[in-house]
């Protein structure tokens, strides 16, 4: 068999597509392995170049193909779709993801491999996110049931106590419907105690990481997004400036440029959304501080901006400035100083456009 350079891996639960080619770029093998066939495999195979798709199981086979000793990239699923001839079969995503790999501007947006600590600090943010949503839905729950009994309660999860203590008490409220009543507010103590847990869980791990201690130092982070950035951006090297790392994260105007006019509207959302709304009520809560009159952390620049514009918008653009501030800190192994802080560089004219 002539010498395989690259093999692209279509993954699955149980069945993993290959898909390899020679020097001259003809394909040279087309195989189909079972997961408990894949170590032995790649055991045996010479130390190639191959590409997976980046999802929640590629990082451990990448780890499991780099102990045999071959290269390992991760593609992004976006930047390998463009490349499938025709039609949806393991075998084409196969063949697209051993050709994307191969393209410089594809390279350039490789996923790097998580390790097991990695994916263990990123697994401990996403269950706290799981279960806020689990309380929110709890709380919509009682909320929802509650008003079709004529009890409505303002917005804000300390109006839960009362609200269920006057079901209790209502007589019109028939039997059946309190002990369902009881059955969410039962559920909802197990999510509080359950989400107290994590958030001790989450503050060990704050305390112990040497990136998040120094992130928690920018005003408008607190332990939570300076963990959550120390658990998800496992390379910060890879963007090529701060405002690279802004875009990764949804924060920068969409472009929609044409005949040489320059368009530019919202902010993308793209990436990571928890992060990024981390980010933003973050910046929010300095923005009320302002208002109540403290400006004692406020730059010359944020001042200004609030005279003239929403507190939503100037509220993402300072997430704009806080992500470009991360990543350089994140680069330079620097601790934040509040003085350059305040007289970094602006965002450009295109934050100011951004919708709230």
């Given at each position: 068999?002539?010498k395989?350079?690259?093999?692209?891996i279509?993954t699955?639960k149980?069945?993993?597509?290959?898909?390899?080619?020679n020097?001259?770029?003809?394909?040279v093998?087309?195989?189909?392995l079972?997961?408990?066939?894949?170590?032995?495999w790649?055991?045996k195979?010479?130390?190639?170049?191959?590409?997976?798709?980046a999802?929640?199981?590629?990082?451990?086979?990448?780890r499991?193909?780099?102990?045999?000793?071959?290269?390992?990239?991760?593609?992004?699923?976006?930047?390998?779709?463009p490349y499938?001839?025709?039609?949806?079969?393991d075998?084409a995503?196969?063949?697209?993801?051993c050709?994307a790999?191969s393209r410089?501007?594809v390279?350039?947006?490789?996923?790097?491999?998580?390790?097991v600590?990695?994916?263990?600090?990123?697994?401990?943010?996403?269950t706290r996110?799981q279960?806020?949503?689990?309380?929110?839905?709890?709380?919509n729950?009682?909320?929802?049931?509650?008003?079709?009994?004529?009890?409505?309660?303002?917005k804000?999860?300390f109006?839960?106590?009362?609200?269920?203590?006057?079901?209790e008490?209502?007589?019109?409220?028939p039997?059946?419907?309190?002990e369902l009543f009881?059955?969410?507010?039962?559920?909802m103590a197990?999510?509080?105690?359950?989400?107290?847990?994590?958030?001790?869980?989450?503050?060990?791990?704050?305390?112990?990481?040497?990136?998040s201690q120094?992130?928690?130092?920018?005003?408008?982070?607190?332990?939570?997004?300076?963990t959550?950035?120390?658990a998800?951006?496992?390379?910060p090297?890879?963007?090529?400036?701060?405002?690279?790392f802004?875009?990764?994260?949804?924060?920068?105007?969409?472009?929609?440029?044409?005949?040489?006019?320059?368009?530019?509207?919202?902010?993308?959302?793209?990436?990571d959304?928890?992060?990024?709304?981390?980010m933003v009520?973050?910046?929010?809560?300095i923005?009320?501080?302002?208002k109540?009159g403290n400006?004692r952390?406020?730059?010359p620049?944020l001042?200004e901006l609030?005279?003239?514009k929403?507190?939503?918008?100037?509220?993402?653009?300072?997430?704009?400035?806080?992500a470009?501030?991360?990543?350089?800190?994140m680069v330079?192994?620097?601790?934040?100083?509040?003085?350059k802080?305040k007289?970094?560089?602006?965002?450009?004219?295109?934050?100011?456009?951004q919708?709230?």
């Amino acid at each position: 068999m002539e010498k395989i350079i690259r093999i692209g891996i279509d993954t699955s639960k149980s069945v993993f597509q290959l898909h390899g080619v020679n020097a001259s770029e003809e394909p040279v093998q087309k195989k189909q392995l079972r997961r408990s066939q894949l170590a032995s495999w790649f055991a045996k195979l010479e130390p190639t170049k191959i590409g997976l798709e980046a999802c929640g199981g590629s990082h451990h086979l990448a780890r499991m193909l780099k102990a045999l000793g071959h290269e390992v990239v991760l593609v992004p699923p976006q930047h390998a779709k463009p490349y499938v001839a025709r039609g949806k079969n393991d075998a084409a995503d196969a063949e697209a993801i051993c050709e994307a790999m191969s393209r410089p501007k594809v390279q350039k947006r490789f996923v790097p491999v998580k390790t097991v600590d990695q994916q263990a600090a990123q697994m401990l943010v996403q269950t706290r996110e799981q279960f806020i949503r689990r309380r929110t839905q709890l709380s919509n729950a009682i909320r929802g049931y509650a008003a079709e009994f004529g009890l409505v309660v303002p917005k804000g999860f300390f109006h839960l106590e009362p609200l269920t203590a006057r079901l209790e008490e209502d007589a019109d409220v028939p039997r059946l419907a309190k002990e369902l009543f009881r059955l969410h507010k039962s559920e909802m103590a197990q999510v509080q105690a359950q989400l107290r847990r994590i958030d001790a869980m989450l503050m060990a791990f704050h305390k112990h990481n040497e990136l998040s201690q120094r992130l928690v130092r920018i005003p408008t982070l607190g332990p939570i997004g300076a963990t959550m950035l120390a658990a998800r951006v496992s390379d910060p090297e890879r963007f090529k400036s701060g405002r690279d790392f802004a875009a990764w994260m949804g924060l920068t105007p969409k472009d929609h440029s044409t005949a040489g006019k320059r368009r530019t509207g919202g902010i993308t959302r793209a990436g990571d959304e928890a992060l990024r709304s981390t980010m933003v009520v973050g910046a929010m809560a300095i923005i009320q501080q302002i208002k109540r009159g403290n400006t004692r952390q406020a730059s010359p620049w944020l001042i200004e901006l609030l005279k003239r514009k929403p507190p939503k918008l100037v509220a993402v653009a300072l997430a704009n400035k806080t992500a470009r501030i991360v990543w350089k800190l994140m680069v330079s192994g620097e601790s934040y100083n509040a003085r350059k802080g305040k007289h970094a560089p602006q965002p450009d004219a295109d934050q100011l456009k951004q919708a709230a």
